[in-house]
């Protein structure tokens, strides 16, 4: 029997592995052939086909690896990294490759996401799970990341341990705006949120911005990335499949936090 950081989802209780199996003494789970477990009651639907498969092609040829770089300095060689909303793995598999002391942890909604990733990173602990109630212990994890990701406050401080770190990045103002400019007559900039405060100290905040050279099938796999793949036009999605190459702004807004010390 091992010890793992995952917990029970329907009683809370520390997860035990032995032999294709996770356990909490009473409610049992078994480890898919490509390595997660499915921690998810009740299941939620996740990023479909469409999605997954985009994300795929799209990191094939890492065009976020600025991005990736970006995070690495925030983290140190032995802590260990949840990726809350972790998709295909692509974020986790870099830092593991780069800081090989690390421990990697994901979790996603989407079990297409997830059989991918622990399919092509055999060095990280993969789960299907619900960011409203994570899979993982508590107090157990120095950094937490949340990449164009949505997550729940209360979760990710109950996850981290004292002073761990809450890295979060989300799409800014001009983000992929030529794109946007292809798909929508009138362009409307992205909403950046405010930093986080309670219970956190925001330690370092940067704008990142890169350019991405897009050919034709880069190009669409990005836009099946994105959330407007379902609100883009039959005649919009027609226009785009017709450029052959085009260069868009990569711009997103990369947050680290601390939890701030108990007075
Ligand atoms: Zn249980």
Known sequence: MKQTLLRCPICHKQLYYNQGSYSCGKHHF?????????????PIKGDDHHLVQAREDFFLHNPYEHLMKAI??????????LDMGCGIGS?????K??????????????????????????????????????????????????????????????????YGRFICVEPAENHLLELKSVLY????????????????????????????????????SLFH???????????????????KYLNVLASFVLRVYEIKKKE
């Open 225 to 243: 990335m994105t959330p407007y793949a379902y609100t883009t036009s039959k005649e919009a999605q027609q226009k785009l499949s017709s450029i």
């Open 72 to 81: 690495l300095p925030w983290i140190s060689s032995n802590d260990t990294v």
């Open 30 to 42: 078994d480890s898919a052939k490509e390595g997660y477990v499915n921690l998810c009651i009740p």
């Open 97 to 162: 490759a780069n800081l090989p002391s690390l421990t990697t942890i994901g979790f996603d909604g989407s079990k297409l996401a997830i059989k991918k990733a622990s399919k092509s990173d055999k060095m990280s602990q993969y789960a299907i799970g619900n960011i409203n109630s994570c899979p993982i212990m508590d107090h157990q994890m120095d950094v937490v990341l949340s990449i164009f990701a949505p997550y729940q406050i209360n979760e990710v401080t109950r996850v981290l341990k004292p």
């Open 91 to 95: 974020y986790l598999q870099y830092l």
């Open 185 to 220: 007559p009138t362009l409307r900039l992205n909403k950046v949120s405010e930093p986080l405060n309670i219970p956190f100290n925001l330690i370092h905040e940067e704008i990142l911005e890169f350019p991405i050279s897009c050919d034709h099938s880069l190009l669409m």
